[in-house]
């Protein structure tokens, strides 16, 4: 089974950027989508950004147009850009992969705080 490392979370500015890994620790070419969910305290895991094998992106609206999600298959990892940042960008954020039989695997989670 695939295990998801996410890392370069941390503490940044209102309009800053960050970005995110997620270094899997086998070949993600015949992973089907992989993603980004974020947790912010006492609310819902919410998906952020997720992309398809072939690279096609899909976007939360709260996101879109500030935050991108990139695929290198070569380096087995996914990236989140993430621009423009606002403090309800708040959260833990958690990398996913979906198996082609369906199963989802989780990373740890890395945390992203968003304050002057």
């Known amino acids: 089974q695939v295990q998801l490392v996410e890392s370069g979370g941390g503490l940044v500015q209102p309009g800053g950027s960050l970005r995110l890994s997620c270094a899997a620790s086998?070949?993600?070419?015949?992973?089907?989508?992989m993603g980004w969910y974020r947790q912010a305290p006492e609310k819902q895991r919410e998906l952020v950004a997720s992309?398809?094998?072939?690279?096609?992106?899909n976007y939360a609206d709260s996101v879109r147009g500030r935050f991108n999600i990139s695929r290198d298959n070569a380096a087995n990892t996914v990236y989140l850009q993430m621009n423009s940042l606002k403090p309800e960008d708040t959260a833990v954020y958690y990398c996913?992969?979906?198996?082609?039989?369906?199963?989802?695997?989780w990373g740890q989670g890395t945390l992203v705080t968003v304050s002057l």
């Open positions: 992309i398809t094998s072939s690279g096609r992106p």
């Open positions: 086998r070949s993600i070419v015949r992973i089907n989508d």
């Open positions: 996913h992969a979906d198996s082609s039989l369906g199963l989802r695997r």
